[in-house]
């Protein structure tokens, strides 16, 4: 019992112009399919680039015999690139937050109070505020109601397709739609490669960094993509007090990590994101162990 779709639909670029479908027909696993999901299958199909808002309209379901055979990838090789700051006792993340206490609970000396000769641990003890080192931010950060730590799933955090977006600080600390845009950035995690990971730990690191500005934290919410990262001290302006990026962005359920580092070392694209917090209850911001996965083709 193959199902088929058929549907209109409408594609706006992010670089200008557009694209319509009519009585456009797809084979669907299953009996169902959402507007989401068949503008993803339509912009992988037709290897569509720059994608921005699409819409799909009159769809309808219908029994049909599937017209399409899957064709299995090439294999790829994998290189790992680490984007976070290391966590150490005394670090200043943002000031006015207490830095982390990082100590033995159990020390290795006393451990050996309790084994057998020669075998020993140690177990450590941390006490910290979420927001340290480099750190994601979940809804429930900026919404009492929205999903924590444990409740935003688990793909949301994890190899997701990504690219970087080069804005020198250099050239300006306000990152604005016009910035965003001639990128492929629908569906993927958008890091924003500033350079100013330069001054990690140091006093110039907390004062006129760079952020994003409320028309490009909407743009990026109407291109839907998945996550936002930057290498700065906040994706906000915090010389004042307002956070429309946190607010449009977490408001969406797209997710953000911040204080990224090393983003220099990334491709363009061709390249994969990974963000994973632990998974607690009552919680909207944790550190995590960024790191970027390269592909390259064998061939």
Request: proline residues 4%; contains cysteine; aromatic residues 10%.
């Amino acid at each position: 019992m193959q199902k088929r779709v058929k549907f209109d639909f409408e594609i706006e670029f992010t670089n200008g112009g557009g694209i319509k479908g009519e009585d456009f027909r797809l084979d669907i696993d299953g009996d169902s399919i959402s507007d989401k999901e068949l503008a993803d299958y339509i912009v992988a199909d037709m290897r569509l680039l720059m994608v921005g808002k699409t819409r799909i309209l009159n769809k309808e379901i219908f029994q049909e015999a599937h017209k399409r055979i899957p064709v299995n990838s090439e294999s790829k090789q994998q290189l790992f690139i680490d984007l976070s700051h290391t966590i150490e006792d005394g670090l200043v993340t943002y000031k006015g937050l207490p830095a982390p206490v990082i100590c033995d609970y159990l020390s290795r000396d006393e451990s050996r109070k309790f084994y057998a000769e020669g075998t020993e641990f140690q177990i450590g003890k941390i006490e910290m505020v979420s927001n340290t080192g480099t750190y994601i931010d979940c809804p429930f950060h900026r919404f009492e109601g929205g999903k924590d730590l444990s409740e935003v799933e688990l793909e949301c955090f994890a190899d997701l397709d990504a690219i970087r977006v080069s804005v020198p600080f250099e050239t300006t600390l306000e990152i604005t739609e016009e910035h965003l845009k001639n990128f492929e950035i629908r569906n993927r995690a958008v890091l924003i490669h500033t350079g100013w990971d330069k001054h990690w730990n140091t006093e110039l690191y907390y004062e006129n960094h760079p952020f994003l500005t409320q028309g490009a934290a909407e743009y990026l919410r109407d291109c839907e993509v998945k996550l936002v990262g930057i290498d700065s001290h906040n994706i906000d302006d915090t010389r004042t007090n307002s956070r429309p990026a946190h607010t449009t962005l977490l408001g969406n359920e797209i997710l953000i990590v911040e204080h990224l580092c090393n983003l220099d070392l990334l491709p363009a694209s061709g390249f994969t994101f990974s963000a994973v917090p632990p998974k607690f209850k009552g919680v909207g911001t944790f550190p995590v162990r960024a790191m970027a996965k390269l592909h390259q083709q064998i061939r």
